[in-house]
């Protein structure tokens, strides 16, 4: 598949693996929409990607607000075109022991690494349905195989991301 002139979108662009994408995919030539919550470090980046001369648009949004990155998608649309490719990257990770914070962990871990993932294809594919066209890509782990001590919140985040993927794809 080419990426030039094809517009793509990442969350959890601000460091790691989403930074990583978003400057493969603009060196590709993609038109690209960075997505975190981090407007500092999104900027930095766009000045990264511009600077080798790359396209790419930032918008500051949490992927576990719904409306939030569903705001930040239109947006970036409106700058770079229809996304063609999606790709639910954001997540985080940490320690989930059994206590009094366990279920807020859960919550939290649940909402960015499974919800923003449900948000983030929400998002697009109310432009790539009417036109037939466009991919759809979740970051998961393979944590989703099999439980991890401490890791609870996690894996089972990380499980429901590739149930919900293939359920999809059939």
Do not use: Q, W
């Amino acid at each position: 598949m080419s990426f030039a002139n094809r517009t793509a979108i990442v969350t959890g662009a601000s460091t790691g693996i989403g930074r990583a994408l978003c400057a493969t995919l603009a060196k590709a030539g993609a038109k690209v929409g960075a997505i975190a919550r981090r407007g500092e470090l999104l900027e930095s980046l766009a000045a990264e990607v511009r600077a080798v001369g790359g396209v790419i648009e930032t918008a500051v949004a949490d992927v576990g607000d719904r409306e939030s990155l569903r705001t930040a998608v239109r947006s970036l649309e409106a700058k770079l075109g229809p996304v063609d490719l999606m790709i639910a990257n954001a997540g985080v990770g940490f320690s989930t022991p059994v206590g009094e914070a366990h279920a807020d962990g859960v919550d939290r871990t649940m909402r960015v690494n499974f919800f923003g993932v449900v948000n983030a294809f929400a998002a697009a594919t109310e432009t790539m349905l009417p036109r037939k066209t466009g991919h759809l890509v979740a970051i998961s782990s393979l944590a989703a195989y099999k439980g991890l001590p401490c890791e609870s919140a996690y894996c089972a985040s990380k499980a429901a991301v590739n149930a919900y993927c293939e359920s999809l794809r059939i």
